[in-house]
């Protein structure tokens, strides 16, 4: 396992606010986002379909906006893997997931360690373990101050930047991300790719809120789920730092023009 984090802090509250949800096996009742027109892949297809592992899906399956597709089996997003049961990881072992990037604080892991498939690599990015402790005293809500701090929060922009570097370098092989709920900083991680990609904001938005669908849990609930102020309050801090998306991307990512062009090469057909 590579550790490629810092430094760690240990908020207990923040840790479990992050990680509680729906019980495995929670019957969705909630209806998913409406489809924008980018959206090629359905529900059933984006879903991996593990037993032990929330919010478990494909970021593949959406049109660009010059009219190409993420190409699916690449990249794929979920919660925690410390429940995978032995036929989860050997799904994952078929999908060719050889990296498996956890974003999550060292006091999650230790609570939630996670189960790796067979030949990945595991590596560690802690994203929030840096942050101010007014940030980490609002994680409870996940709401726009914890998204904020994705963008402020010392370390946080190492941690995605080393997951894109990840992504480009894995060939034909997959990655899969994740923290433990796999809605707030992998739905952050997930709306940086995508927009990367050239996917249109509405569909970054789509793909989301479909955390609320895969987790059950109702709109404008920040603990279970996500809403749409938090994500808006990462793009717009995004601006606000750096001033404009793309800056973020290249000053604060430290993205090139190179590492976009192998990120787009590789995920886009």
Same mark, same amino acid.
């Given at each position: 396992?590579?550790?490629?984090?810092?430094?760690? &802090?240990?908020?207990?509250?923040?840790?479990?606010?992050?990680?509680?949800?729906?019980?495995?096996?929670?019957? /969705?009742a909630?209806?998913?986002?409406?489809?924008?027109?980018?959206v090629?892949?359905?529900? @059933?297809?984006?879903?991996?379909?593990?037993?032990?592992?929330?919010?478990?899906?494909?970021?593949?399956?959406?049109? &660009? &906006? @010059?009219?190409?597709?993420?190409?699916?089996?690449?990249?794929?997003?979920?919660?925690?893997?410390?429940?995978?049961? @032995?036929? @989860?990881?050997? =799904?994952?072992?078929?999908?060719?997931?050889?990296?498996?990037?956890?974003?999550?604080?060292?006091?999650?892991?230790?609570?939630? *360690?996670?189960?790796? *498939?067979?030949?990945?690599?595991?590596?560690?990015?802690?994203?929030?373990?840096q942050?101010?402790?007014?940030?980490?005293?609002s994680?409870?809500?996940?709401?726009?101050?914890?998204?904020?701090?994705?963008? =402020?929060?010392?370390?946080?922009?190492?941690?995605?930047?080393?997951?894109?570097?990840?992504?480009a370098a894995?060939?034909?092989?997959?990655?899969?991300?994740?923290?433990?709920?796999?809605?707030?900083?992998?739905?952050?991680?997930?709306?940086?790719?995508?927009?990367?990609?050239?996917?249109?904001?509405?569909?970054?938005?789509?793909?989301?809120?479909?955390?609320?669908?895969?987790?059950?849990?109702?709109p404008?609930?920040? /603990?279970?789920?996500?809403?749409?102020?938090? /994500?808006?309050?990462?793009?717009?801090?995004?601006?606000? &730092?750096?001033?404009?998306?793309?800056?973020?991307?290249?000053?604060?990512?430290?993205? =090139?023009?190179?590492?976009?062009?192998? /990120?787009?090469?590789?995920?886009?057909?």
């Amino acid at each position: 396992m590579v550790h490629r984090s810092v430094r760690i &802090t240990a908020a207990v509250a923040a840790s479990v606010a992050i990680a509680c949800g729906p019980a495995l096996g929670t019957a /969705l009742a909630v209806d998913p986002p409406t489809a924008t027109g980018s959206v090629v892949s359905n529900l @059933d297809d984006r879903s991996l379909h593990l037993q032990g592992v929330l919010n478990a899906r494909d970021l593949g399956g959406y049109r &660009t &906006t @010059d009219g190409r597709l993420v190409r699916s089996g690449l990249v794929f997003r979920s919660g925690d893997l410390s429940k995978a049961t @032995d036929a @989860d990881l050997a =799904t994952l072992t078929g999908h060719r997931v050889r990296s498996v990037d956890d974003l999550r604080m060292g006091i999650e892991r230790t609570f939630l *360690p996670d189960r790796v *498939p067979a030949g990945a690599q595991e590596n560690w990015d802690d994203i929030i373990g840096q942050a101010s402790p007014q940030v980490m005293g609002s994680a409870f809500a996940a709401g726009p101050d914890l998204y904020r701090a994705f963008i =402020t929060a010392p370390g946080a922009n190492q941690g995605f930047a080393n997951v894109l570097h990840d992504i480009a370098a894995s060939g034909d092989d997959a990655v899969l991300y994740h923290c433990t709920a796999g809605k707030d900083r992998t739905g952050w991680m997930s709306a940086v790719l995508l927009s990367i990609l050239g996917v249109d904001r509405s569909t970054v938005t789509y793909d989301y809120l479909l955390s609320n669908f895969y987790r059950n849990a109702a709109p404008n609930d920040g /603990l279970n789920g996500v809403v749409p102020a938090a /994500l808006d309050a990462a793009f717009a801090q995004a601006d606000q &730092t750096y001033g404009s998306f793309d800056n973020y991307v290249h000053e604060g990512l430290k993205l =090139t023009d190179a590492d976009i062009a192998a /990120l787009r090469a590789k995920l886009l057909s």
